[in-house]
T-cell receptor, first 112, second 113 residues
Framework: AQSVTQLGSHVSVSEGALVLLRCNYS??????LFWYVQYPNQGLQLLLK??????LVKGINDFEAEFKKSETSFHLTKPSAHMSDAAEYFC??????????FGGGTRVLVKP | EAQVTQNPRYLITVTGKKLTVTCSQNMNHEYMSWYRQDPGLGLRQIYYSMNVEVTDKGDVPEGYKVSRKEKRNFPLILESPSPNQTSLYFC????????????FGNGTRLTVT
């Protein structure tokens, strides 16, 4: 069975600073990987997804993630944090089919 | 506008009183799913449906029922709610392939007293 671990349930960054959210997964087969974002009082929205094409995946709002098979990681980064990036972020993995397994989430606080 | 609509957004009920949370999508998606979100646990799948009349258990199905009589609708039923079902619930849909992203509703916050 697959599993997803997000290091750090809360991350605080200054506006303009680098955002780095860590995600490690376990999967018995090559997975599809996703990052979702949840703004307050809303459902989850897709940020980006990895589907075995390029290992560096670009998403919306200048976010990107790099798939590293040797490290079983899919960390999410953004070069410069904006106040509007304050949200909760979820990493998710599916080896096949539609059953997604989500990580526990990382809440991002952006300080002015 | 493509969307997944859940109702109600907020629901407070008492132990044992049957309730239904509705979910409807207008994207002609075959796959639909229910999740519950609890702090520190992320989203856990309750039930999912690959198509009309095809449903299956997710990771935490105990105490829940679902039905898929029409492609667009996927209601979640709690026949006898208990306080441990207090949570934030999300309905989601996607096309049938595994690499397709999920489209989520805005959530239903349920409190069972």
């Amino acid at each position: 069975a697959q599993s997803v671990t997000q290091l750090g349930s809360h991350v605080s960054v200054s506006e303009g600073a680098l955002v780095l959210l860590r995600c490690n997964y376990s999967s018995s087969v090559p997975p599809y990987l996703f990052w979702y974002v949840q703004y307050p009082n809303q459902g989850l929205q897709l940020l980006l997804k990895y589907t075995s094409a390029a290992t560096l995946v670009k998403g919306i709002n200048d976010f990107e993630a790099e798939f590293k098979k040797s490290e079983t990681s899919f960390h999410l980064t953004k070069p410069s944090a904006h106040m509007s990036d304050a949200a909760e972020y979820f990493c998710a993995v599916t080896p096949a089919g539609n059953k997604l397994t989500f990580g526990g989430g990382t809440r991002v606080l952006v300080k002015p | 506008e493509a969307q997944v609509t859940q109702n109600p957004r907020y629901l407070i009920t008492v132990t044992g009183k049957k309730l239904t949370v509705t979910c409807s999508q207008n994207m002609n998606h075959e796959y639909m799913s229910w999740y519950r979100q609890d702090p520190g646990l992320g989203l856990r799948q309750i039930y999912y449906s690959m198509n009309v009349e095809v449903t299956d258990k997710g990771d935490v199905p105990e105490g829940y029922k679902v039905s898929r009589k029409e492609k667009r609708n996927f209601p979640l039923i709690l026949e006898s709610p208990s306080p441990n079902q207090t949570s934030l619930y999300f309905c989601a849909s996607s096309t049938s392939t595994g690499q397709s992203p999920l489209h989520f509703g805005n959530g239903t916050r349920l409190t069972v007293t």
